[in-house]
């Protein structure tokens, strides 16, 4: 199996059965955009420990879109306005992307080196369900790379309130760097609004694609997303989805090398007889312990190997064929701490 040398992390909060112009997506001046700090470490046996400055932020596809220079808002509830975004072009020309309220509007907290994510926040406007944030390296302006051949990564959960049906995930996708602002000019919003996601399903609710907005055949699939045309593919690595009853690990490969756009159903994988011959492995190959027959393994309580009503270390190893960063992948191990 290979792996991309480089993907981007992301973290969600989200219902297991669950973002050449003259124009430009343009990015909101309302709200400031400050990324919530979450610092990180890179570690070697040789150098020790060392703490990077990362921070993280919030999906395009949660933020206020609203008319440029005004408060007229382009998308409301599962609709494009039907004057602003008449057209991709002019959608992308006439709308921007607002700062984020993260706690406020959305429930994502730091505190030190710690990210929380609530489910559910009621705002004065209604309730925000779920979120999706991405870390951002130390620039403040690119997300953060990560080179997974011969490499672990570890990260510390608490999914003591995570019941059955919801999911907690942690995951790596092969976004752009920048978000995508390089190589679509008219995506002037960049990784700093949170643009540029992809992933192995090849979501169509993905408002900007390619810097383009997605309304070409829009419609709704519930009261607050749709699916356009479009889909935006890329490989996936899942490392986490869990609740406190259940977790599964699983790699989703993809025919191509980073984001791609998708048009037809054939391409992207949708639609009635299609799903296996898109561009991505929708399925991916996945492990779950109490699947693979470990009923005692993974639970609430001290008779489960790793008791979830507490904060445990999760650890994943990216074993290569030679044991270098050059090599082929091997293995994908899961240890626990």
């Known amino acids: 199996m290979k792996l991309s040398t480089s993907m981007t992390a992301l973290v969600s909060a989200a219902l297991a059965t669950q973002t050449l112009f003259v124009s430009a997506q343009q990015a909101g001046t309302s709200t400031a955009e400050v990324h919530p700090s979450l610092p990180s470490q890179q570690c070697s046996k040789a150098g020790g420990c060392v703490k990077e400055a990362t921070s993280v932020v919030l999906d395009a596809n949660w933020r206020w879109l609203h008319q440029v220079g005004d408060y007229k808002s382009c998308y409301n509830g599962n609709q494009w306005d039907a004057t602003l975004c008449s057209t991709p072009e002019a959608c992308t020309k006439n709308c921007a992307l607002e700062g984020a309220e993260y706690q406020g509007t959305y429930g994502i907290t730091t505190s030190a080196d710690e990210l929380q994510l609530k489910l559910v926040t009621q705002t004065p406007y209604g309730a925000n369900v779920g979120s999706r944030v991405y870390l951002m390296d130390a620039s403040a302006s690119e997300y953060k790379q990560f080179k997974l051949l011969n490499q672990e990564f570890t990260v510390d959960v608490d999914v003591s309130q995570l ?16 978000g995508g602002s390089e190589r679509f000019p008219t995506n002037k919003a960049g990784a700093n609004y949170g643009t540029g996601y992809c992933d192995a399903q090849c979501p169509h609710d993905i408002k900007f694609i390619n810097g383009e907005a997605n309304t070409l055949g829009w419609s709704d699939t519930s009261q607050s997303s749709g699916n356009g045309k479009y889909g935006a593919c890329c490989a996936e690595m899942d490392i986490w989805e869990a609740n406190s009853m259940s977790n599964a690990f699983t790699s989703h ?4 090398d980073g984001q791609q756009r998708c048009s037809s159903p054939e391409e992207c994988g949708s639609g009635d007889g299609n799903r296996y011959k898109g561009v991505c492995d929708k399925d991916g190959c996945d492990f779950n312990p109490f699947r693979m027959g470990n009923e005692t393994f993974y639970g609430p309580g001290a008779q489960f190997s790793i008791d979830t009503t507490r904060k445990f270390t999760v650890i994943t190893q990216f074993l290569t064929s030679d044991n270098t960063a050059t090599g082929e992948l091997v293995e994908i191990r899961r240890l626990f701490k």
């Open 163 to 178: 019941p059955c049906g919801l999911n907690g995930a942690l995951y790596f996708v092969q976004m752009d760097a920048d």
């Open 253 to 256: 490969p993809c025919t191509v």
